[in-house]
């Protein structure tokens, strides 16, 4: 009973992390405020399940997860080009919103509101990862992959330019930098991942519906990357773990769960508050997050 | 050969002049003193070889090749590299990072070589934002040497810097120039115009009036 307890937090904090890393390239290091990075999240798991529950297997669902979420993240970069800052974070957050609406209103496919139940767990070439430490392995591998893969492509000329771009668009252009082909790139790449975490939610879950991915999620996502740090992918994971364990006590002192949802939603707040005046570069970070609303350049 | 020529740049800003019918030549190689009072439009004739400005009228070769309609990231790959009157480096950046920005796939001991050359090798884990001004001066120097640019815009490079630190900037351009590199030099102090340039042309709101 503990054990599977501890094995079903394993596999959030792997699925988070994956989504707060993903974020953490958008808004971290490039510096763009994404609050619609859960419509990602989204539509990989719908892309997902409704591949597979249309009878391919799971590694198809789950790469077309990534690949249709790094489309939509290709889409959202053309008018993140010609945004900054707070008309940029409207932008996105209009784009989680028509995600969402269409989730709620394209019912022939997602069922609406209603949900998609009965989601199969997934099987890969014979291995079924119907128990929790299968789940957990298949998690931990995935987030294990996306990290190395992050960590590989921010520690290369990319990553060194998305930073530059952060900092000083007109700059870094000066230097040769393509500042439109790396935002649009760092969008490519952040929405991938977060579908693919989208897949894993999904088929983790067995349950879907709209209501899961929308702006509250973003939230606890930034508040993920800004509590790791921005532009740390240590950070990002180090901040998954934190908000994923928070509030778990709460569940074992025998309050209602009426309350519990809400007190939740008080001690991120409570935590963001906490961060903003005494740690605003984050655990591990670099740079205050609130930088990237407050100025364009 | 002609590294840059100008023909009737012209830009302004709402309703102030800052550039008013420009036209100059420069030979590649030599260099160019830019003088003139605040205001006088300096920094946008800059700003308009590297399109951080688009403007108004005129237009702008680089080795013969019309440039002006290209985007700031491709004139940039042409070989022209700037040092910012303000803001230039990435302060959140670190030293090393600042030069990898410019260097684009270059390895690491080549841009170790040319913080040596700049005296900010042992900087090189340090943030940017920690530089004393000429030190941050020097960090640009330095991309401009790691991309081996050819045609180099210099704005106020001396402006605020210590003593010592002007001294290795103005060597840091001798070396530039032995090496051939064209230069356009905004500079106030006539004595180091003088030492430093070929030929010389002040702007007043916008306008050249006056060549040497
Ligand atoms: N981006 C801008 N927006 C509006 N006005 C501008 C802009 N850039 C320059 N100007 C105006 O254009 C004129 C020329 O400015 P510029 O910066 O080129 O002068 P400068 O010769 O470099 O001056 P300084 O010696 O003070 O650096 C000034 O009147 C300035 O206010
Ligand atoms: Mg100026």
């Known amino acids: 009973m503990i054990e599977a307890y501890i094995l079903h937090l394993l596999i959030f904090i792997c699925i988070y992390a994956i989504l707060s890393m993903s974020l953490n390239l958008i808004t971290g290091y490039a510096g763009m405020l994404n609050l619609g990075h859960a419509a990602f999240f989204g539509i990989g798991a719908y892309a997902s399940v409704l591949i597979v529950m249309a009878g391919f297997p799971f590694w198809l669902g789950f790469i077309a997860a990534g690949a249709i979420a790094a489309f939509f993240g290709l889409l959202l970069s053309v008018p993140a080009l010609r945004l900054r800052g707070d008309f940029l974070a409207i932008a996105t957050l209009a784009f989680g919103e028509i995600i969402r609406s269409i989730l709620v209103n394209w019912t022939e496919f997602t069922r609406g509101p209603l949900g998609i139940p009965g989601i199969p767990k997934p099987e890969i070439f014979g291995i079924a990862f119907d128990s929790l430490w299968m789940y957990f392995i298949l998690a931990f591998i995935i987030a294990a992959v996306a990290y190395f893969v992050l960590r590989h492509l921010l520690n290369s000329n990319f990553g060194i330019a998305l930073k530059a771009i952060r900092e000083n668009e007109s700059v870094a252009a000066s230097l040769g930098k393509n500042v439109n082909l790396l935002k649009m790139q760092a969008f490519v790449v952040g929405a991938f991942f977060a579908g693919l975490a989208g897949s894993l939610f999904a088929h983790y879950i067995t349950f879907i519906d709209p209501g899961t991915f929308v702006l509250g999620e973003t939230i606890l996502m930034l508040l993920m990357v800004a509590l790791g740090g921005m532009g740390s992918l240590e950070g990002s994971i180090l901040g998954a773990i934190i908000l994923i364990l928070l509030p778990e006590p709460l569940r074992f002192i025998g309050l209602p769960s009426a309350v519990v949802g809400p007190l939740r939603q008080i001690i991120y707040a409570a935590i963001l508050i906490v961060l903003v005046i005494k740690k605003p570069r984050g655990l591990l970070g670099t740079q205050w997050f609130g930088g990237i609303v407050s100025d364009s350049n | ?212």
């Open chain 2, 1 to 212: 050969m002609i590294a840059i020529e100008l023909k009737g740049i012209s830009k302004k800003f709402g309703g102030v002049t800052a550039l008013d019918n420009v036209s100059f030549k420069l030979e590649k190689g030599k260099t160019l003193g830019l003088v003139g009072g605040n205001g006088s439009g300096k920094t946008t004739l800059l700003n308009s070889i590297t399109k951080m400005v688009a403007p108004d009228r005129g237009e702008v070769y680089f080795k013969g090749k019309r440039i002006d309609k290209l985007p700031a990231y491709r004139i940039a790959r042409l070989g022209i590299g700037r040092i910012f009157q303000t803001g230039g480096v990435f302060k959140n950046m670190t030293v090393l990072e600042n030069l990898l920005v410019a260097s684009d796939g270059k390895r690491e001991n080549e841009a170790e070589r040319i913080l040596k050359e700049v005296a900010l090798l042992e900087k090189k884990g340090k943030k940017a934002a920690t530089l004393s001004g000429g030190q941050q001066r020097l960090l640009e120097f330095g991309r401009v040497m790691v991309r081996n640019d050819e045609l180099i815009l210099l704005d106020e490079p001396f402006a605020g810097v210590s003593a010592e630190n002007s001294r290795k900037i103005e060597s840091v351009i001798k070396k530039l120039q032995e090496e051939g590199k064209t230069i356009i030099l905004i500079e106030h102090d006539s004595a180091r115009i003088k030492r430093l340039c070929n030929q010389i042309i002040e702007l007043e709101k916008g306008s050249i009036i006056r060549r040497e």
